[in-house]
């Protein structure tokens, strides 16, 4: 119904920056909530940054507050996530997931939530 695709990711050095698109297609206007979510290597995968197509409403992380932008453009169905300041840390493989739920906030880092997701693109932070 709604197929969401991800690019931008690559290998940066510490303190660069990388821009992530979330690409939606299908039934695009029906995604009420779209999420940034990341999974490093042996680790759980954790919520990043969300934004509400309606409003543009925004919540980040703590982890990325203040270095990470999460943006859309409407005409496009796209989100991107402009990340700065990268550090080690952030080094994971990035998902973008589409969420239709009426009841879902914006402050959800609940992946059951979001019922669309994309395949994932790799950022590297060397340091």
């Known amino acids: 119904q709604v197929q969401v695709v991800e690019s931008g990711g690559g290998l940066v050095q510490a303190g660069n920056s990388l821009r992530l698109s979330c690409a939606a297609s299908?039934?695009?206007?029906?995604?009420?909530?779209t999420g940034w979510f990341r999974q490093a290597p042996g680790r759980e995968r954790e919520f990043v940054a969300s934004?509400?197509?309606?409003?543009?409403?925004?919540y980040y992380a703590d982890s990325v507050k203040g270095r990470f932008t999460i943006s859309r453009d409407n005409a496009n169905n796209t989100v991107y996530l402009q990340m700065n300041s990268l550090k080690p840390e952030d080094t994971a493989v990035y998902y973008c997931?589409?969420?239709?739920?009426?009841?879902?906030?914006?402050?959800?880092?609940?992946?059951?939530?979001?019922?669309?997701w994309g395949q994932g693109t790799q950022v590297t932070v060397s340091s």
């Open positions: 934004i509400r197509w309606s409003g543009g409403s925004t």
């Open positions: 299908g039934r695009a206007l029906n995604v009420l909530i």
């Open positions: 997931a589409a969420s239709l739920r009426k009841r879902t906030v914006i402050s959800s880092a609940r992946l059951e939530e979001y019922d669309y």
